[in-house]
């Protein structure tokens, strides 16, 4: 059973930042695809930014410049690094992986962020 688990959440105020970190149960050689995606309060799940096998990564229009994800192969993690947040990022953010083998998504369960004005 793949696990995803998300931590590094928090409160922090306009400005400021904070680094998420998805720990995998498995090998991330093994997902095609990882990223995050967040839900806010009142609104859909939305997509944050993903990162392929290799470096290329794509991001939302609403946080290209100041969101950036990293992968570390050796230690089975995925990062989103965050800055220069706005009340508008405050979301759970959620971790997510496509199995390179049976095209099957995974999730965590989620790790709030609460920008404060």
């Known amino acids: 059973q793949v696990q995803l688990v998300e931590s590094g959440g928090g409160l922090v105020q306009a400005g400021g930042s904070l680094r998420l970190s998805c720990a995998a149960s498995q090998n991330i050689f093994s997902f095609s695809v990882m990223g995050w995606y967040r839900q806010g309060p009142g609104k859909q799940r939305e997509l944050v930014g993903l990162?392929?096998?290799?470096?290329?990564?794509t991001y939302a229009d609403s946080v290209k410049g100041r969101f950036t994800i990293a992968r570390d192969n050796a230690k089975n993690t995925v990062y989103l690094q965050m800055n220069a947040l706005v009340p508008d990022d405050t979301a759970v953010y959620y971790c997510?992986?496509?199995?390179?083998?049976?095209?099957?998504?995974?999730w965590g369960e989620g790790t709030q962020v609460t920008v404060s004005s």
């Open positions: 997510y992986a496509v199995d390179s083998y049976a095209s099957l998504p995974y």
């Open positions: 990162i392929g096998s290799g470096v290329i990564t």
